[in-house]
Every structure is written in C-alpha cells, then in structure tokens.
C-alpha cells in the first residue's frame, strides 16, 4: 500500500518492470522468443516486409496491407495464424472459424506495425547491450548457443541484423506505449482516499473501540404508554449522569444488558463489530465522555460512554527485501519451456550448486541483473500482484518455484523483512501508482484504437 522507506536503497537500482513507479515510465518489453521448433517462423514474422516491391517479388507471397510505411504479407499472416492453431492445439483451446482468425490476425499485424512506425518516430534508443542481453536469452530458452542461434537463421535464409533490429523495435514499442499511456491517466485524490480506506478494510486497519452502555429496553411491539415510561427511565439515568455520578455505578442500577455488572462494558473490539448506530453516536466523542442524548435502537433506549479507543498505525508497513530472475515470454507456447528451465536452476541454487546471484547476473532480464536481481526494500502494494502474491508466501531465504506474471516468469527470493514507518504522503504517492497501473490496460487500449485510426491503412486484394 505504501512506496519504499525513504532509507531505501531502492532509488540507487536499476529500473524493474514490476515497480510501479511514476517517475520511471517503462514496462516490460515484449520480446520475440521463438521456439526450437518454431524458430524459423518466428523470426519471420518478426521480420516485416519494408519494401512492398520487395515482398511481392518473394515466391507465392504478396502483400495483404500497407500500414504507414511497412507492409503485412500473406506469408507472415498464414504462419501466425498457424503458430496459434499449434499452441491452441497444445492446449485445448477453443479458435473461430478460419476466416475469422485470420482477420483477427490480419488486425493484429496491422496493429502491430502502426505501433512500431510511430514508436521509430519517437526518438527513444536502445543500446546495443541490452539487444545483446535479449538475443542470448532467446538462444538459451532454445538450448542453442548464440552462435548456433545465427546459424539457423542463416539456414532459413533470415538476416541476422534484421532479426535484432526487431528486437530493438519491440523494445522501443513497449517504452512508447508506457510513456503515452501514463500521460493520458489522471488520478484526483479522491480516488487516492477510497483506494486506502479499501486496503485498510481488507487488512483489517480498521480501528477498536470499548464501549459501555446502559440499556432500557422496550419490547417489541409495546404500546405509546410503555415506551414513553422506557423512556422516561433512560432519561433519569441520563440526569443522574449529568449531575456527576458514575457511569459503571449508575448501569449498575438502571441497565439491563448483559454486561450490567461489569458497569456497562461491553469490552475492547473491532469497530465493525458494533452496531453503525453506536459508531456514529460516538465518532465525535473523546475517550470518557457520553453520548449527549439517548439512543433508540429496536432494542430499546441507549446511553453509551466511550471507555478506550484504538487505533491502527495506517502509516506502519512490512517491507520485504527480495530478489528475481526474470526471463520475458512473448509467447504463450514458450511459457512451458522457461518453466522447466527456471525449475532446474531453482533446482540447482537449493542444491548450492550455482549461486542466485549469479545466475540473476547472467540471464536475469530485469534491470536488477547488474545486482544480481537485488530489488531492495519494498512495502504492500509496490509489485505488481502476480508477483507479490508468490513472494508474501515465503519466509525469509525462501525461494520460489518458477511465478509468472505479466512480465515473464520469475523465480523469486526472500531475504529479509521489516516493520517500519513510512510518510503519509508516500503512501498516498503509492496508492496513486497502484490506480495508474490499475487504470493503464484500458487506456492502452483506448490509445491503441486512436493510433489505428490516424495510421494509414491500405488492404490489397490478391493478386489475380
């Protein structure tokens, strides 16, 4: 709920994707991480045709779209189209009818390159180390060097430059969809407020009160004469309190609740506990003083004084200091492959035989690799919920089997925890991005189909 401790070392790191922090607009790239199997294809497809002339002159090939200055061919939608019948199949799932699919494709492509001209307009780079970085993590999802990786390439007849140039514009695309996502989201404070009044609900944040009362009870269903004599009784107790005698030792004598004995106290308890009508007769009272008039309830008539409150710290967190190894998938079939290949290095560091930070040094493609996936202090609320749902399982040095989230999958490290008490506004700072990244999918969106419709768009028959 609350962002890091200002003592913490998170500002010093290096952006991650699974922080939600304003201040660093960048989410996780999507890469293309063809399979063994399908390797060919995929880069492929990851390959848009730049020169229509050129296209058109492949064997059996021509264009289907012209989007802006790239171009869509009939080859690059019948193997995507192919590519979600074999993962559907692997699966189970459920496609339309052929020609649906193929539009839904079609449509996806198109999308998909109006996103990439505008994002090459934007004038955001990437540097080569990090394309060097997400080329051998595809080689190593694959079980293949980087140099076998080349290799096939060349054998399917793929130009290896083109092949890191569109990892280069995936990357590009994502940091542009952040960038003009989060400037179209607006978030006022009163949308802040309600989000904290709902996470301290859940956590049960929500206060303890000890009451004491002094009942006068009216049956149900009692005639005008009986109520007015119950409350002429209530109205005696209440003079006698004004006129300074004390509260247990007149409930003593006039209450009749339960908890007469006791003077009237119904003892210390969550606030939801009692009825609304006691909590709002007392909201604006302080500890020892009494309600001014009595109550009526169905039960009767009240008189109730406010004997102790408590309140919970809102501002007091646990943080949690762990690690990751991310490994990005872009497609559904590979989630399976990356699975194993994270168990089996999860597998390895329990059985001390590689080191976590290490391997996070060496194939972590998070921006917490160069510190061996060290993610620092964080508080409730600050990972995206895939990943702090698995992480808020482990104890200290625990180690998770592989999680994934939108990003990619993970394997995750506990190693350490801590109470502490964090500025009241960064905990509004930290609601505040929660309702940006809550509010981000359907401004995407939105974005998206605004994009299209400004983007030049020409569909080609085939060629008779």
């Known amino acids: 709920m609350t962002p890091f401790s200002p003592t913490s070392r998170r500002q010093e790191r290096p952006y991650s994707p699974l922080h939600r922090r304003p201040h660093l607009p960048r989410r996780a790239a999507t890469l293309v991480l063809a399979a063994l199997a399908g390797l060919a294809g995929a880069a492929l497809q990851a390959q848009p045709a730049r020169d229509p002339a050129r296209a058109e002159a492949r064997s059996g090939d021509f264009i289907v779209a012209v989007v802006n200055t790239e171009a869509v061919t009939a080859i690059e939608v019948a193997q995507r189209v192919e590519r979600i019948q074999a993962d559907a199949g692997r699966s189970g799932g459920v496609l339309p009818d052929a020609e649906t699919l193929r539009q839904q494709v079609l449509d996806s492509l198109i999308d998909e390159r109006v996103q990439i001209t505008y994002a090459r307009d934007s004038g955001i780079k990437i540097d080569d180390a990090e394309i060097d970085r997400a080329v051998a993590n595809i080689a190593a999802q694959n079980q293949i060097s980087v140099a076998q990786l080349r290799e096939r390439l060349r054998a399917e007849g793929l130009d290896f430059v083109r092949f890191r140039s569109n990892l280069r514009d995936q990357l590009i695309v994502e940091r542009v969809r952040e960038r003009e996502v989060l400037s179209r989201i607006r978030i006022t404070d009163a949308d802040i407020d309600r989000l904290l009044d709902e996470q301290r609900a859940k956590s049960g944040a929500?206060?303890?009160?000890?009451?004491?009362?002094?009942?006068?009870?009216?049956?149900?269903?009692?005639?005008?004469?009986?109520?007015?004599?119950r409350q002429q009784r209530i109205e005696q107790a209440a003079a006698r309190l004004k006129a300074g005698e004390d509260f247990a030792a007149v409930a003593r004598a006039v209450s009749e609740d339960g908890n007469r004995a006791a003077g009237g106290e119904m003892g210390m308890r969550p606030v939801d506990r009692f009825p609304d009508l006691f909590v709002d007769a007392v909201s604006g009272l302080a500890v020892g003083?009494?309600?001014?008039?009595?109550?009526?309830?169905?039960?009767?008539?009240?008189?109730?004084?406010?004997?102790?409150?408590?309140?919970?710290?809102?501002?007091?967190?646990?943080?949690?200091?762990?690690?990751?190894?991310?490994?990005?998938?872009?497609?559904?079939a590979q989630g399976p492959a990356v699975m194993r290949r994270l168990e089996g290095i999860r597998q390895q560091i329990q059985r001390g035989e590689r080191s976590f930070e290490t391997v996070a040094q060496e194939i972590s493609e998070d921006g917490s690799a160069a510190t061996g996936g060290d993610l620092g202090w964080a508080a409730p609320g600050q990972f995206v919920p895939e990943f702090e749902e698995a992480m808020n399982k482990l104890g200290p040095g625990g180690l998770s089997p592989p999680v994934v989230s939108r990003f990619g999958v993970h394997l995750i490290q506990v190693l350490e925890r801590r109470n502490v008490s964090v500025d009241p506004k960064q905990v509004r700072d930290q609601a505040r991005n929660q309702l940006r990244e809550a509010k981000f999918e359907p401004t995407y969106v939105e974005w998206a189909k605004e994009l299209r419709l400004r983007a030049y768009v020409e569909l080609r028959e085939p060629p008779r």
């Not at 009870?217 to 004599?229: D, F, M, R, S």
């Open 289 to 332: 003083e009494i309600t001014p008039q009595p109550l009526r309830s169905a039960a009767g008539f009240h008189l109730l004084k406010v004997i102790e409150r408590s309140s919970p710290d809102p501002y007091l967190v646990t943080q949690t200091h762990a690690r990751h190894i991310l490994l990005r998938v872009s497609e559904r």
């Open 206 to 229: 929500i206060g303890q009160l000890n009451l004491a009362q002094i009942l006068v009870t009216v049956p149900e269903g009692a005639p005008p004469e009986l109520v007015a004599q």
